[in-house]
């Protein structure tokens, strides 16, 4: 098998030390030397010294959890560092130590066996870190508001019955009303604000429950939770809105995609870049973020399969767009989504129109262009004579006799 890169090096990487093995090709014949080092700053620099000494020029290694992030942060640069997917290298069974490993990463990339993960620039990374920790604070805030909910029921205070959003302004001035011992429902209710104001009595009687002080300290509690949750996501989108400055004309196009809001472009930006020549296709993207169909055929059958586990940050983010995208009324993504819904039903629908989504910021991306809406006639463009066949059928088997002025 032909040699691709000559002076290589593959490195097992674990929490306490990493074990490293320096292929060196000399002719017909390979000589390897494995070294082991630990995990802190000068240990990883002395590895790097060790490499740079050996004109070492390819280093491969699994993303092992987040202990591959420092070996790769101190070598990025200096060598072209290919960070492989584990179960995509995974030796024969059999006897398993660290120098196997090592030797076994260093064989396969000196063949050009591995497939490199996708790893974006350094700016991308940052971006990258600062959407899915906004993320978590926004799952966390849910999480505080669904346990406000719940401390309401327990206390039987039916406010979520009446009000839509029990932590809008009217919600929250009753709430906070309560925290500070008033439980009057009356009193309560009369905190109603806008178009609130007329359900008075209905406010009244769903405030009328066995709320304690107990349930009081409890709520207090929550609402503090709440407003520090929503005081650090503020924060974080100012950061964010600092940080995504060079890609502000990328975020745009892709704010003129049906159902992509400004937090949707800031995730796919910070989850797929913006250099989209680091994908060969738009088909490439969505099978890297497995956002399409599995694969699975065997002796001439093709067995039904899932999309498989990808990036559930942007797998999300490409849903929620979806579902935004399928309340559109005047779209080809509304369109494509009442389309497949009917046969298929409305989550492999969602699933479909994020795969469009996905493709359309592709070449959003990569053309530099914006979203052009193919419009929600275009399935009805696409082929009128059948469509009018479907609907004479239709109407044929309800029992009427129809008949075209025009020839089908």
Not at 41 to 46: F, M
Not at 114 to 128: E, N, Q, T, Y
């Amino acid at each position: 098998m032909e040699v691709m890169h000559a002076r290589c090096c593959g490195i097992d990487v674990h929490k306490e030390s990493v074990v490293a093995c320096l292929r060196l090709q000399e002719g017909r014949r390979a000589r390897t030397e494995v070294r082991q080092f630990g995990t802190t700053t000068a240990e990883l620099l002395r590895l790097h010294e060790w490499l740079a000494h050996a004109e070492c020029t390819h280093v491969g290694m699994e993303s092992t959890s987040v202990y591959w992030r420092p070996v790769f942060n101190l070598l990025e640069g200096s060598f072209d560092v290919v960070l492989a997917n584990a179960h995509h290298i995974k030796a024969v069974p059999g006897r398993k130590t660290d120098i196997k490993d090592c030797e076994w990463i260093a064989n396969l990339l000196a063949h050009g066996l591995i497939r490199a993960s996708f790893i974006p620039p350094l700016a991308i990374r940052d971006l990258r870190d600062l959407t899915r920790h906004r993320k978590s604070l926004i799952r966390d805030r849910v999480k505080a508001t669904n346990r406000v909910h719940k401390l309401l029921e327990t206390a039987n205070i039916k406010l979520a019955n009446v009000v839509a959003d029990v932590l809008g302004v009217s919600g929250r001035a009753m709430l906070n009303a309560l925290v500070a011992g008033e439980t009057d429902p009356h009193r309560l209710a009369k905190l109603a604000k806008g178009s609130l104001t007329p359900k008075v009595n209905q406010l009244a009687e769903a405030l009328r429950g066995q709320f304690t002080s107990h349930h009081a300290f409890l709520l207090g509690q929550m609402l503090t939770q709440l407003d520090q949750l929503a005081e650090l996501v503020a924060k974080c989108d100012a950061r964010i809105l600092e940080i995504a400055k060079p890609f502000e004309p990328e975020i745009q196009r892709l704010q003129t995609i049906v159902g992509v809001g400004r937090r949707s472009a800031e995730v796919m930006v910070s989850e797929i870049g913006v250099d989209m020549s680091r994908f060969s296709s738009a088909g490439h993207l969505a099978s890297w973020a497995r956002i399409c169909p599995g694969n699975h055929e065997s002796a001439g059958k093709r067995r039904n399969t899932g999309t498989g586990s990808g990036n559930n940050w942007v797998r999300t983010t490409l849903l929620e767009s979806a579902w935004a995208a399928a309340h559109s009324r005047k779209s080809y993504l509304g369109a494509q989504f009442r389309r497949i819904s009917k046969r298929r039903g409305p989550k492999r629908a969602g699933i479909a129109v994020a795969h469009s989504i996905l493709v359309i910021a592709y070449h959003v991306l990569r053309n530099a262009v914006t979203f052009n809406d193919l419009g929600a006639d275009y399935f009805d463009r696409m082929n009128t004579a059948k469509l009018k066949r479907y609907h004479l059928r239709r109407l044929a088997e309800l029992g009427c006799d129809v008949s075209l002025a025009v020839p089908v």
